[in-house]
């Protein structure tokens, strides 16, 4: 199996194609594929055979509004900061309230955001859910 049949499997959840494919010690960018598909169990599968988990999984699963999908990769250790806090500008973006939630709650950083943000409404979103999050602290 090519890498690009790994990506496939990955994109489109194909559980017995990604073991197939981890059998024959196939790797490349799954993870972060699958993520954006939000497809959890090949996350997992990927994550037990010690993919890296790459900057951009996070983002490719906050992306996609995937709530499931940031937990675990947070639970894996995934970076909340990479590439300037990207997966919590992309959740915000696109409006993904409970994603950017988690992350603000896993530290991503709400102000170096907010100054990268030009869409009034992704900025409201990230001021609105830093805002809630401040009060559970509370």
């Not at 197939?20 to 790797?27: C, F, H, I, S, V």
């Not at 490349?28 to 055979?49: D, F, K, N, S, T």
């Not at 590439?83 to 994603?99: N, S």
């Amino acid at each position: 199996m090519t890498d690009q049949e790994l990506l496939s499997a990955a994109e489109t959840g194909d559980l017995d194609g990604v073991k197939k494919a981890l059998e024959m010690n196939t790797t490349g960018w799954a993870l972060r594929i699958a993520a954006r598909y939000g497809h959890l169990e090949v996350m997992r599968l990927l994550l037990q055979h010690n993919e890296n988990v790459y900057a951009l999984s996070l983002s490719e699963a906050a992306l996609g509004g995937h709530l499931k999908g940031v937990r675990l990769l947070l639970q894996h250790k995934a970076n909340v900061h990479a590439e300037d806090d990207k997966a919590l500008r992309w959740a915000a973006l696109f409006a993904h309230l409970e994603v950017v939630q988690t992350l603000l709650d896993a530290g991503a950083d709400a102000d170096k955001v907010l100054g990268q943000l030009k869409d009034k409404n992704a900025i409201k979103l990230l001021r609105e859910a830093r805002s809630k999050g401040a009060r559970r602290a509370v």
